[in-house]
């Protein structure tokens, strides 16, 4: 592996950036404009960073200069493929390393969600720019330090962008554009749906603890197959700011999105793409909800996940329509689990909702996707190029060479707020005792919409043989939220304040960017 080896001096001003304490960023020199190479570090690339790889690949004038994964096995790989391709890139194991490289204009992330934002942040003190995977925090504090870092950023001419390609979708744009001219009249609903069915993640027999210095041996950690790893990954490296804590899954990779440590269930995953259509629909409000409310459960299976399978979230603004987020993990009827198993939410009882996608609801129709229908249910306009976005990274690396955030939507605090969205919910959430479906539709009786998706989403329970009397949902309150500060306020202020935030390990503190 051609592993590189950095200054002590180098090093230290990288790891010292990284740590906790005040990073001043260095003076930034001028645009690199649209002659100069943008060479580029790839940080975490077993499962969505491959991807950008690829987009990478296919820019002209940008050079992939080097890539960082805890698992050297997987580092290794890589390394091999690219240089088949006359492709010679440095190889890191520490993000801390690779971020302090000198030869490094700009870095993407897409490590697990708990280290991002510091990851994101470590770039930044060492004057790169940042293209974070969404969620772009594991938490809502780290998300506003991380838009506050951004803007010291931007003074020096440094990019910081959110991973979420819908912003960059021509289809969505025409879309947001139709909501905006009022041709439907106003926003009545803002609802993001994410019907993806997940099967258990198994249930380990007894916890897998590390050695003295913090690592596996080899066969001790499994693939998604059960296949024993080689034992290649660095796991006090991988754990991070969460320290050393034993493994509870059976497959080591992928899994820890249902751990609370270091994922955020499926809202915090998928859910951050269609909560931030959903708050584009609602005009980009400056400021998070007020209020909000989560409840759900994980269903169907006993494993070692934490978080909901299934799970819904009510959010209340200051102004304007309220957000509904819908998620369902569990297949259309009977736990059965062959092709086309997914449920299916229809509009006004007509339309077929996306299965992952967003609905706008107005005084005058409805958007679904790339159609505008009216209250009839009959479709009255279509949006073309719903392409998912295909020109995110590029547009990242425009804003790059330009020294600044190009387009508004590429702003990484669009990622805040939709990775804050999916936080809160999940403050409600774990805040949430077991109650009966009649007082969970109670307090949804702020909304009809919320009570009729309710109903369907009890529904979906009862097709996959739940007993829904007995296995109740956890419902959370109703938290009273001051947008100004990004803190809970209110009755259950001090629980949910500390659900906000996490402790960091040492060395791998949150650096504060000056």
């Known amino acids: 592996m051609n592993t590189n080896h950095t200054s002590r001096r180098t090093f230290l001003r990288g790891t010292v950036a990284g740590a906790a304490g005040l990073a001043t960023l260095p003076t930034w020199a001028a645009p690199i404009g649209a002659n100069g190479d943008v060479r580029v570090a790839v940080i975490g690339f077993k499962s969505r960073g491959s991807g950008h ?74 004057g790169k720019h940042v293209y974070v995977e969404k969620p772009v925090s594991h938490n809502i504090m780290e998300g506003r330090k991380l838009i506050e870092a951004s803007l010291v950023a931007a003074k020096k001419g440094l990019v910081v962008q959110h991973g979420m390609q819908r912003r960059s979708d021509l289809g969505w744009a025409a879309a947001m554009e139709y909501v905006k001219s009022g041709k439907l009249g106003k926003v009545t609903l803002s609802r993001g749906i994410n019907y993806k ?60 999105h249902w751990q609370w440590a270091y994922g955020n269930g499926d809202i915090g995953n998928q859910g951050p793409h269609q909560l931030d259509v959903a708050r584009w629909a609602l005009g980009n409000p400056d400021l998070l909800p007020k209020r909000v409310m989560s409840f759900g459960g994980r269903w169907g299976y006993q494993d070692d996940g934490e978080t909901a399978n299934n799970q819904m979230a009510y959010y209340e603004f200051t102004e304007g329509a309220p957000l509904l987020f819908d998620n369902r993990g569990l297949p259309m009827k009977n736990m059965n689990w062959t092709k086309g198993y997914e449920p299916v939410y229809r509009i006004n009882g007509k339309v077929a909702a ?114 829904v009397k007995a296995d109740l949902a956890a419902c959370g309150p109703m938290l009273e939220f001051d947008p100004v500060s990004e803190k809970f306020i209110g009755e259950f202020a001090d629980e949910a304040n500390k659900i906000a935030t996490e402790e960091y390990a040492a060395g791998f503190e949150l650096p504060v960017i000056s």
């Open 197 to 256: 069915a997940r099967k258990s993640i198994g249930k380990i027999a007894a916890p897998l603890s590390p050695d003295a210095d913090g690592q596996f041996k080899p066969g001790t950690l499994t693939d998604a197959s059960g296949k024993a790893l080689a034992g290649t990954v660095d796991y006090k490296l991988w754990s991070g700011p969460r320290g050393i804590l034993p493994v509870h899954r059976t497959q080591f990779h992928y899994d820890w």
């Open 53 to 126: 790889i690829s987009s990478l690949l296919k820019i002209p004038g940008v050079r992939l200069v080097a890539l960082c994964d805890v698992d050297s096995d997987v580092l290794d790989k890589k390394v091999a493929e690219l240089a088949k391709k006359d492709i010679k890139v440095k190889a890191y194991k520490d993000y801390r390393e690779c971020c302090a490289d000198p030869d490094i204009d700009a870095i993407t992330i897409a490590t697990p969600n708990h280290t991002h934002t510091l990851i994101a942040l470590t770039g930044i003190a060492n």
């Open 354 to 467: 996306p299965r992952i996608g967003n609905v706008v609801h107005c005084e005058g129709g409805f958007i679904a996707e790339s159609k505008a229908y009216d209250n009839d249910g009959k479709a009255i306009e279509k949006f073309d190029n719903f392409q998912d976005g295909p020109d995110h990274m590029k547009n990242f690396i425009d804003s790059v060479r330009a020294g600044k955030i190009t387009k508004d939507v590429l702003n990484v605090a669009h990622g805040h707020h939709a990775a804050a969205l999916a936080h809160m919910a999940n403050v409600s959430y774990r805040l949430g005792k077991k109650i009966s479906n009649e007082e969970i539709k109670e307090r949804l009786s702020v909304n009809k919409a919320a009570q009729e998706t309710f109903d369907h989403f009890v529904q979906n329970l009862v097709d996959n043989q739940i007993d």
